[in-house]
């Protein structure tokens, strides 16, 4: 099984600055990668895939990268709406298809 | 556009079966695998199963094979979980996630989800 680690556990960032996350993968899972938004009391909203490729609908302030076992989440611009738990996801190896334990995102 | 909406969780004791239900509207259901994925209060998400388009293919998480059960009806449109033996650490938010893509590795990312349906174990 392929564990997912995803640092830091909370990130605190000032309206407009720049957020910075990171996955980890225990091995390499190509560019095989999704990045999922969760904000309060609602389900998840898938952001990325293919490691860098955005959804439909998702701002350009979201912009993902990185291959292999080292992945990246950048939100250029921080908005207030932006407040939310953020899981990766690999979808190479499996089963299982696993998720990172979450980088929960607070406005500083 | 796409929705999906869960039905039948509640509160069930410790050995006992539940059956969640997802009605699927929007988009051509049977093109579409299909997943329940869990996320326990307070934590983070669980793919717990997966089924192909057709039905035959079909995976679960190690923590409910031989307890769980996944089918669907493509004719009415909807997933079903069967699950049996339940246990404590099975509390959940029970998701119902339609694919991203019809094909490719898309098959393997979770596009649209539902609002989700609460399972309590307890006795």
């Known amino acids: 099984e392929i564990v997912m680690t995803q640092s830091p556990a909370t990130l605190s960032v000032s309206p407009g600055e720049r957020a910075t996350l990171s996955c980890r993968a225990s091995?390499?899972?190509?560019?095989?990668l999704a990045w999922y938004q969760q904000k309060p009391g609602q389900a998840p909203r898938l952001l990325i895939y293919?490691?860098?490729t955005r959804a439909t609908g998702i701002p350009a302030r979201f912009s993902g990268s990185g291959s292999g076992t080292e992945f990246t989440l950048t939100i250029s611009s921080l908005q207030s709406e932006d407040c939310a738990v953020y899981y990766c996801?690999?979808?190479?190896?499996?089963?299982?298809?696993?998720f990172g334990g979450g980088t929960k995102v607070e406005i500083k | 556009q796409v929705q999906l909406v869960e039905s039948g969780g509640g509160l069930v004791k410790p050995g006992g079966s539940l059956r969640l239900s997802c009605a699927a509207s929007?988009?051509?259901?049977?093109?579409?695998?299909m997943s329940w994925v869990r996320q326990a209060p307070g934590e983070g998400l669980e793919w717990v199963s997966y089924?192909?388009?057709?039905?035959?293919?079909?995976y679960y998480a190690d923590s409910v094979r031989g307890r769980f059960t996944i089918s669907r009806d493509n004719a009415n449109n909807s997933l079903f979980l069967q699950m049996d033996s339940l246990r404590a650490e099975d509390t959940a938010v029970y998701y119902c996630?339609?694919?991203?893509?019809?094909?490719?590795?898309?098959?393997?990312?979770?596009?649209?989800w539902g609002q989700g349906t609460l399972v309590t174990v307890s006795s």
């Open positions: 293919g490691a860098s």
């Open positions: 089924m192909s388009s057709g039905g035959g293919a079909i």
């Open positions: 996630v339609k694919a991203h893509e019809s094909s490719g590795y898309g098959r393997r990312t979770f596009g649209s």
């Open positions: 996801q690999q979808y190479n190896n499996w089963p299982p298809l696993t």
């Open positions: 091995q390499s899972v190509s560019s095989n």
């Open positions: 929007g988009f051509s259901f049977s093109d579409y695998f």
